[in-house]
């Protein structure tokens, strides 16, 4: 398609039809870059980048390179933990050695523990729950059961809880509240 450039303010521009960018996946921001003489737009991964790691196997090498640059390794390793091995080999082949040997260990260590462990060893290791991706939350809330939960969260304060309440539904929330309540009821705290 041929497109006329136009002024915009001091610089210069295209416009570039709604339909062609939704079939992109360009929302808002984007990344923009010359690769051998030519421009190239990308849908820029911004703060996104670690609520989209789950589709890892459909994104660009580029792309997973932006997301390892935008997370730290332990967040990564836990993520990998539990990830296919398709996935794992995709974001390993935009790893350094010595990036990639590392993650290793962190995996290797965090697949031997509990879900509500692991939360607690990230937490420890980033030094603020608030520091861990929702991403990485949820998939270790995934196999906690209520019990367990609610007997991990009692003791915490309001924002380490208000973080990992935001990623359960509505009724897992109040049924985790409600079982914290009846642990303080009964002094098991």
Same mark, same amino acid.
């Given at each position: ?8 303010? !001091? ?7 709604? $339909? ?6 360009? #929302? /808002?921001?984007?990344?923009? %870059? ?59 082949? !935009? ?7 590392? $993650? ?6 965090? #697949? /031997?523990?509990?879900?509500? %462990? ?72």
């Amino acid at each position: 398609m041929k497109m006329q450039i136009v002024k915009i303010g !001091n610089s210069k521009g295209i416009r570039i039809p709604s $339909v062609m960018l939704k079939q992109c996946g360009i #929302e /808002k921001d984007v990344e923009v %870059e010359v690769v051998d003489g030519a421009i190239v737009i990308k849908a820029s991964m911004g703060d996104d980048i670690n609520l989209k790691f789950h589709n890892v196997e459909e994104m660009t090498d580029y792309d997973i390179q932006l997301m390892l640059r935008a997370t730290d390794m332990n967040s990564l390793a836990a993520s990998l933990a539990g990830a296919n091995d398709k996935c794992k080999e995709r974001v390993f082949k !935009n790893m350094s050695k010595r990036a990639y040997e590392e $993650v290793i260990q962190l995996i290797e260590h965090f #697949e /031997k523990l509990k879900p509500m %462990e692991l939360l607690s060893e990230i937490s420890k290791t980033t030094h603020k729950v608030e520091d861990m991706t929702d991403y990485d939350i949820q998939l270790m809330l995934r196999d906690t059961d209520m019990n367990s939960l609610a007997a991990s969260l009692a003791g915490e304060n309001d924002k380490y809880k208000e973080i990992v309440f935001k990623n359960m539904s509505k009724r897992a929330c109040e049924e985790v509240k409600q079982l914290i309540e009846e642990l303080r009821k009964n002094n098991s705290l």
